[in-house]
């Protein structure tokens, strides 16, 4: 038993979670699981290793100690990864049993399927070392598509902040949000 899921109930679980999602035409679909805090990229490699496949987010930040300063690679959103797979019993049993994994992100007791678009955006973000931080989550605001440059396309929020614009990107699932500045970005509305 893990976590308090026997296999026959976790095999249940995936069975009625396949029968309301039906096929995707995407490929395999994204989900985000609950880490231990400074676990994400430790249990992204280990994932990978098993064969299934994991994505962490990470920027680049720089830590300031009284005798020295460093440059670290974080992860994005902390205590979470991004799963892609085909949701099997054998696949949600894997995940949940690597060490620092805590839970699978559920809506109604069932994996919250992350849209293949929202994880794209947040890999271009990253991929172009965009400068980006941890952004409140939002539900309300004006939506906007990026015009040209390294973000094309990118779909997401404008805020007005004291400190100028921000384009703000949400991972709906995990209630988990990052900013971008908006300068430089030709903006339209959607």
């Known amino acids: 038993m893990i976590e308090g899921l026997s296999q026959e109930k976790a095999g249940a679980e995936i069975a009625a979670w396949h029968a309301d999602t039906g ?13 231990r805090a400074k676990h994400e990229k430790k249990i992204a490699s280990e994932l990978n290793r098993c064969g299934v496949t994991a994505f962490v987010p990470t920027q680049r930040e720089t830590r300031r100690w009284s005798d020295r300063k460093k440059t670290l690679e974080v992860a994005l959103f902390s205590c979470y990864a991004f799963v892609q797979a085909e949701l099997n019993e054998k696949v949600y049993l894997r995940v949940l049993q690597t060490p620092g994994v805590l ?12 849209p293949h678009a929202q994880i794209e955006a947040v890999r271009q ?13 939002l539900k309300a605001g004006d939506r906007v598509r990026v015009r040209g440059g390294c973000l094309e396309g990118l779909e997401c929020v404008l805020v007005s902040e004291p400190d100028g614009r921000k384009l703000v990107l949400s991972i ?19």
């Open 23 to 35: 096929t995707l035409s995407e490929g395999q679909p994204w989900f985000a699981i609950q880490t």
């Open 103 to 114: 839970r699978w992100v559920c809506f109604n007791g069932r994996p919250s399927q992350i």
């Open 125 to 137: 973000i990253v991929g172009n070392s965009v400068p980006c931080s941890p952004y409140q989550f």
């Open 172 to 190: 709906e699932p995990l209630q988990r949000s990052i900013s971008i500045a908006a300068d430089g970005y030709e903006l339209e509305p959607l």
